[in-house]
T-cell receptor, first 116, second 116 residues
Framework: NAGVMQNPRHLVRRRGQEARLRCSPMKGHSHVYWYRQLPEEGLKFMVYLQKENIIDESGMPKERFSAEFPKEGPSILRIQQVVRGDSAAYFC??????????????FGPGTRLTVL | AQTVTQSQPEMSVQEAETVTLSCTYDTSESDYYLFWYKQPPSRQMILVIRQEAYKQQNATENRFSVNFQKAAKSFSLKISDSQLGDAAMYFCAYRSSTGANSKLTFGKGITLSVRP
């Protein structure tokens, strides 16, 4: 059973370009979480999605950032008009369920975004 | 809002010795989960151990154990018989037990080095 897949692993963009980060959850997982890790910092929650629904986007910047998790295909984190401050590692995690019972979040290897 | 604090940025331990990593948190909830994650240089997030707040017994996983003090909101990780492969960043994390709040809240992390 393959783990959480993220691609690309490394992404370089110039200021003003768009960045698209992809996350394929583990097989059978319908919940996806995106986190951002700035240099020398812990991971910060961005958004939580189920298939076709955004459940919690309290950590998403108000502008330029969007996320989706379509019925078919991977979850996409999209950053428009990137700026240098967007340079970070972006991690995706997936879980089987949420609910009141414990459901471990399994992390992907991350995408390191560098904005020149 | 919940917060997680790791006040020690770095620690060092001699191989085969024991080290304790500290973590405190703040929450108004009575039921939640606490975690320690390991992030080696590969950046892959690896779950080390978890603790359910309703359980009084401290969690253990082989050489890893926790000291969970609910009243003090303290959650430290003890690594026994330290190995060179334990060198990594360690993050303490909190998660509410209610499904609508499934996000993980991380501390800033601590860099652990192991001396041969």
């Amino acid at each position: 059973n393959a783990g959480v897949m993220q691609n690309p692993r490394h992404l370089v963009r110039r200021r003003g370009q768009e960045a698209r980060l992809r996350c394929s959850p583990m097989k059978g997982h319908s919940h996806v979480y995106w986190y951002r890790q700035l240099p020398e910092e812990g991971l910060k929650f961005m958004v939580y999605l189920q298939k076709e629904n955004i459940i919690d986007e309290s950590g998403m910047p108000k502008e330029r950032f969007s996320a989706e998790f379509p019925k078919e295909g991977p979850s996409i984190l999209r950053i428009q008009q990137v700026v240098r401050g967007d340079s970070a590692a972006y991690f995706c995690a997936s879980s089987v369920l949420a609910g009141d019972s414990y459901n471990e979040q399994f992390f992907g290897p991350g995408t390191r975004l560098t904005v020149l | 809002a919940q917060t997680v604090t790791q006040s020690q940025p770095e620690m060092s331990v001699q191989e085969a010795e024991t080290v304790t990593l500290s973590c405190t948190y703040d929450t108004s909830e009575s039921d939640y989960y606490l975690f320690w994650y390991k992030q080696p240089p590969s950046r892959q997030m690896i779950l080390v151990i978890r603790q359910e707040a309703y359980k009084q017994q401290n969690a253990t996983e082989n050489r890893f154990s926790v000291n969970f003090q609910k009243a003090a909101k303290s959650f430290s990780l003890k690594i026994s018989d330290s190995q060179l492969g334990d060198a990594a960043m360690y993050f303490c994390a909190y998660r509410s037990s209610t499904g609508a709040n499934s996000k993980l809240t991380f501390g800033k992390g601590i860099t652990l080095s192991v001396r041969p």
